[in-house]
């Protein structure tokens, strides 16, 4: 039985829209996740996810320690629900949710934000908390060359260089409001940018991450000892799902993070150093035949984020051989699909998709629907299933 037939066998009694998750696609792609980190923990990436049922799952398997948030609301959240350790990703100004995060005992020790400048320190300190607050220091770990005109690289943190570093720990440590227990540096251009892509862009893009984990090896290296002379941290953190090894490999990081690889979407297709499993996917019926070569499926127009282009737009998976309308892309109510496979659609068949990104996708349903072999075993609610939207 080929993939589509077992998933149309296992999801006979389901109407779509609707979304999937292959259980033994994703536990074979968190085995080779921990594998590849060797003894270091990897932190889970919740935006990767957006399913609290799964994350607890993931959070069972060996080898996987934490969660990274996206936001501190759905950092409280989590950690209302009984889950533990949770670093958020990117700096807040919700003095809301600060507060919250100060008048809570489980939430004040579980919980560490992300800082990268004294303006957050100013803010978080402005607001009086009755607790000190867990402080993470982000640490730009982008690609600078050329005198600074070649960037490659997310723009995250201002702090980069090791004195600015040391400089920054000094200040939060001297002020009472805060503890400072970790530090974060995401290789955006490593971990984020698949490699295996023929071509003089393919050799461009080998030729920088190679530049680039030499000089980011020196450099966090050079970074963590310098605020280590400052103050003790309990985890230094960095990578991702593209760069699990060589990020693990680096002596002075305690742990990774990574989440995508988990649900392995398209965008994680084009890498040299792993491959994973299609783990996420999503069914939308066939309403139109236009005309005997195209068939026209409701709605999919779940674009990615990120710059735009084709890439961002969701794979027609299965039946294979199946592409868009130049003219209509992947539309917010009607997509029509063009290829042979298109031929052999009848309305009311189903198509199955791969969305470009990992958990994105869910905000898009309310569950999704375990698969194991051809059955549905289980069904869990989506953030957005439990109410939550936190982006």
Not at 64 to 77: R, S
Request: hydrophobic share 45%; proline share 7%; with cysteine.
């Amino acid at each position: 039985m080929d993939d589509r037939q077992r998933l149309d066998t296992a999801t006979a009694g389901l109407r779509p829209p609707f979304a999937v998750l292959d259980m033994d696609a994703l536990r074979a792609n968190a085995a080779d996740m921990t594998r590849r980190a060797g003894r270091k923990p990897i932190r889970v990436a919740s935006k990767s996810i957006r399913c609290r049922p799964i994350l607890e799952r993931v959070l069972a398997m060996n080898g996987f320690a934490g969660v990274m948030a996206f936001t501190l609301p759905e950092a409280l959240w989590l950690v209302s629900t009984g889950l533990r350790d949770v670093l958020v990703a990117y700096p807040t100004v919700d003095a809301d949710a600060l507060r919250a995060l100060g008048s809570d005992d489980t939430a004040a020790r579980e919980i560490t934000v992300m800082v990268d400048s004294p303006e957050h320190l100013d803010l978080i300190e402005g607001l009086g908390l009755p607790r000190p607050v867990r402080i993470c220091l982000d640490i730009d770990a982008a690609f600078v060359t050329l005198a600074g005109r070649f960037r490659a690289g997310a723009l995250r943190s201002p702090v980069r260089e090791p004195d600015q570093a040391a400089g920054f720990a000094a200040d939060v440590v001297r002020r009472p409001a805060f503890r400072l227990v970790g530090l974060m540096s995401y290789e955006a251009q490593i971990a984020g940018v698949g490699d295996n892509v023929p071509g003089p862009y393919g050799r461009a893009i080998r030729w920088m991450q190679d530049r680039s984990r030499r000089e980011l090896i020196v450099r966090r290296g050079r970074v963590v000892r310098a605020v280590r002379q400052v103050t003790d941290l309990e985890f230094v953190n960095g990578g991702g799902t593209g760069s699990i090894e060589k990020t693990a490999a680096e002596r002075v990081i305690t742990e990774v993070a990574a989440g995508s690889g988990l649900f392995h979407p398209r965008l994680f297709d084009f890498y040299r150093n792993f491959s994973g499993h299609p783990a996420a996917l999503f069914a939308l019926p066939v309403v139109r035949k236009p005309s005997p070569t195209v068939a026209t499926v409701l709605g999919g127009g779940y674009h990615a984020s990120g710059p735009p282009g084709p890439a961002r737009l969701p794979q027609p998976y299965l039946p294979a051989g199946l592409r868009y309308d130049a003219n209509e892309g992947a539309g917010e109510v009607q997509t029509p699909l063009l290829g042979q496979a298109a031929e052999d659609l009848r309305v009311g068949d189903r198509v199955w998709f791969r969305h470009a990104k990992a958990g994105e996708l869910c905000e898009h349903f309310a569950t999704l629907h375990l698969v194991e072999g051809d059955r549905v075993v289980d069904e869990v609610p989506t953030y957005r299933g439990e109410g939550k939207a936190f982006l």
